[in-house]
T-cell receptor
């Protein structure tokens, strides 16, 4: 059965810390991996990763995919209280359309 | 504001009833996705439409159906509602890699 696992499930850090969130997957017909940030509302799309070893960056956030070992990491440097959210990882299966399998999310709390 | 709109914002109904949720994608986006988010099951992908055509199905129950119209708006129909259908329903639209989520419809089945 296809599955996406995220760790840790919950994380508390202080402002300025660097965090690494993990996402591993066992999915047939992998196409791509996506990261989202969800605060008290709708998810916000962060990154889409399709190729191994190519880092995607946006400000203090970066992510990389390892297709051989079947995992991805999301790094957040110099964390701020505004980074507090649930971070979701989803894998898109290769099909005629886009078929998603979501992980449970990592709840990040950044304390001042 | 993502540019994706969903109506209604909240919906309260009774078991056995049928409801329709509506989504308008961002201007120019051809893809619409529907998701269900509940406390015990997290975010679940339901279905993907592209330019009026169903492209992929996820964990969508047979009691649920969707369609995308020529003007690209989409509707998600939920019938024979059960208590367990209470959840937040999101739609998202996309062009290229980036997805944009609507604010969601919160459904409560009593």
């Amino acid at each position: 059965e296809d599955k996406v696992v995220q760790s840790p499930l919950s994380l508390v850090v202080h402002e300025g810390d660097t965090v690494t969130l993990n996402c591993s997957y066992e999915v047939t017909n992998f196409r791509s991996l996506l990261w989202y940030k969800q605060e008290k509302k709708a998810p916000t799309f962060l990154f889409m990763l399709t190729s191994s070893g190519i880092e995607k960056k946006s400000g203090r956030l970066s992510s990389i995919l390892d297709k051989k070992e079947l995992f991805s990491i999301l790094n957040i440097t110099a964390t701020q209280t505004g980074d507090s959210a649930i971070y979701l990882c989803a894998v898109v299966r290769d099909s005629y359309g886009q078929n998603f399998v979501f992980g449970p999310g990592t709840r990040l709390s950044v304390l001042p | 504001d993502s540019g994706v709109t969903q109506t209604p914002k909240h919906l309260i109904t009774a078991t056995g009833q049928r409801v329709t949720l509506r989504c308008s994608p961002r201007s120019g986006d051809l893809s619409v996705y529907w998701y269900q988010q509940s406390l015990d099951q997290g975010l679940q992908f339901l279905i993907h439409y592209y330019n009026g055509e169903e492209r992929a199905k996820g964990n969508i129950l047979e009691r649920f159906s969707a369609q995308q119209f020529p003007d690209l708006h989409s509707e998600l129909n939920l019938s024979s509602l059960e208590l367990g259908d209470s959840a937040l329903y999101f739609c998202a639209s996309s062009v290229m890699e980036t997805q944009y989520f609507g604010p969601g419809t919160r459904l409560l089945v009593l």
